[in-house]
C-alpha cells in the first residue's frame, strides 16, 4: 500500500518517526531533577550550586542535558552518572559558559537497584 485513510490506530509493523522533545528549566538550588520521561534533550540554566538527578525515563534511551551559566556557577552529578572516567568531569564555572552532557540510560532504577546513565561530556561552548 502507498496509502491508506483513518487515523491509522490499528496499522502494525510501521516505524514510526518520533520527534525529539526539550524541556526547559532554570536550577538554582541544591538538586535539580530531569525528568527522562517528559523529555529526550533537557536545556537548564543553571545558577549558583547545583546536583542534577533523574527520574524515570526507559532503558537505552538516549537524552541529552544543554547547561549554561548563569553567572558563576558549581555544576555536579548524582551517582546515577557514570562517566567513562569513573568521576564526573569538572563543569566550568564561568558566566555564560555552554556545555553538553549526552547519556543513555543503561538501567532504570527500582527499589533497590540503582539507575544507571552512561553520560559523557563536552564542556566550555563559549
Given at each position: 500500500?502507498?496509502?491508506?485513510?483513518?487515523?491509522?490506530?490499528?496499522?502494525?509493523?510501521?516505524?514510526?518517526?518520533?520527534?525529539?522533545?526539550?524541556?526547559?528549566?532554570?536550577?538554582?538550588?541544591?538538586?535539580?531533577?530531569?525528568?527522562?520521561?517528559?523529555?529526550?534533550?533537557?536545556?537548564?540554566?543553571?545558577?549558583?550550586?547545583?546536583?542534577?538527578?533523574?527520574?524515570?525515563?526507559?532503558?537505552?534511551?538516549?537524552?541529552?542535558?544543554?547547561?549554561?551559566?548563569?553567572?558563576?556557577?558549581?555544576v555536579g552529578f548524582s551517582t546515577y552518572f557514570l562517566f567513562p572516567s569513573?568521576?564526573?568531569?569538572?563543569?566550568?564555572?564561568?558566566?555564560?559558559?555552554?556545555?553538553?552532557?549526552?547519556?543513555?540510560?543503561?538501567?532504570?532504577?527500582?527499589?533497590?537497584?540503582?539507575t544507571q546513565l552512561l553520560a559523557g561530556a563536552s564542556l566550555n561552548f563559549?
Open positions: 500500500a502507498t496509502s491508506f485513510s483513518g487515523d491509522g490506530a490499528n496499522l502494525t509493523n510501521v516505524s514510526a518517526t518520533a520527534a525529539i522533545t526539550t524541556s526547559f528549566s532554570t536550577a538554582a538550588g541544591i538538586v535539580s531533577t530531569l525528568a527522562l520521561s517528559s523529555a529526550q534533550d533537557h536545556k537548564v540554566t543553571v545558577s549558583g550550586i547545583s546536583t542534577f538527578t533523574c527520574n524515570g525515563g526507559s532503558e537505552g534511551d538516549s537524552h541529552t542535558l544543554r547547561i549554561t551559566n548563569s553567572g558563576i556557577t558549581t569513573g568521576s564526573a568531569p569538572s563543569i566550568p564555572t564561568t558566566d555564560g559558559t555552554v556545555s553538553l552532557i549526552s547519556f543513555t540510560v543503561h538501567r532504570v532504577g527500582t527499589p533497590g537497584i540503582a563559549s
